[in-house]
């Protein structure tokens, strides 16, 4: 019985209770970050769900137009460069609202829009930007699937 | 990242390349059909209506001429951009505007 308390008595003296309540602190802080970290992770998959199909569903507007454009490339190049710059604006806006992976493939096609020279002699990097743009599109069409699976 | 799939686009990319660059020659197969010859093989793409959606959509295959066995590529909206691009060269489109823009009034 005297071993009980004296155990009971170390336990709530000071030092250890400090040590309790720091730790306690630093389980608090882990905690928050990881709510907060859902809480973001949550709200972007939302929003691709909100926002999503409308920025997809203009993405692939633009990737046809560019495909019927690429047919005489050398009578259609102001198009051709609209219709580039229309789908960088909407990969730019899909990219807040996508995941680290997707995030990451978005940068590179709008790397690749951004250094691609639109000109006639320049037609086979113009048709690999626009495969590129196909093939994104491709990939949040499949992400946007997923999202019906998830929470 | 699903690679397998834009291997898939990759390759049908190449085919829109080629047919608008009018190095594939597509010739029609009926209304909703399309065929060309490459490589040995032929290259099927039609048009079909699928009623579970209500909308058509452009499937490609590749066919062995003498056996006549059929394998379909995996969809992907590429395919309707081939089918755009083998519409166009069938239709004469390019050729329609020429005309068109240069004749005078």
């Known amino acids: 019985m005297i071993r009980l308390s004296s155990v009971i008595q170390s336990l709530l003296d000071r030092e250890t209770l400090s040590l309790v309540a720091d730790f306690l602190s630093l389980a608090g802080f882990i905690l928050s970050m990881f709510v907060l970290w859902n809480v973001r992770k949550l709200r972007n998959v939302y929003r691709l769900r909100a926002r999503g199909p409308a920025l997809i569903k203009e993405l692939g507007k633009a990737s046809t137009?560019?495909?019927?454009?690429?047919?005489?490339?050398?009578?259609f190049l102001p198009q051709v460069k609209e219709e580039m710059a229309r789908a960088a604006v909407k990969l730019?806006?899909?990219?807040?609202?996508?995941?680290?992976?997707q995030k990451r493939t978005i940068k590179r096609v709008l790397r690749a829009i951004d250094q691609c020279e639109i000109t006639v002699e320049n037609e086979e990097q113009v048709r690999l930007v626009y495969i590129e743009i196909l093939k994104i599109t491709e990939e949040l069409k499949d992400c946007q699937k997923d999202l019906n699976w998830e929470v | 990242m699903p690679?397998?799939?834009?291997?898939?686009?990759?390759?049908?990319?190449?085919?829109?390349?080629?047919?608008?660059?009018?190095?594939?020659?597509?010739?029609?197969?009926?209304?909703?059909?399309?065929?060309?010859?490459y490589a040995g093989k032929t290259l099927r793409l039609s048009s079909d209506y699928d009623e579970n959606v209500e909308m058509r959509f452009s499937n490609l295959k590749l066919?062995?001429?003498?056996?006549?066995?059929?394998?379909?590529?995996?969809?992907?909206?590429a395919n309707e951009h081939l089918m755009q691009a083998a519409r166009y060269q069938l239709v004469g489109v390019g050729e329609f505007l020429d005309e068109l823009l240069t004749k005078s009034a």
């Open chain 2, 3 to 37: 690679t397998e799939k834009n291997k898939w686009i990759d390759a049908v990319g190449k085919l829109i390349a080629l047919t608008q660059e009018r190095k594939l020659v597509w010739r029609a197969f009926g209304t909703n059909t399309v065929e060309t010859d």
């Open chain 2, 63 to 77: 066919v062995e001429p003498d056996s006549g066995v059929v394998w379909e590529f995996p969809y992907s909206e």
């Open chain 1, 92 to 101: 730019r806006a899909l990219r807040r609202h996508t995941g680290s992976d």
């Open chain 1, 65 to 75: 137009n560019l495909s019927k454009f690429l047919n005489e490339l050398a009578d």
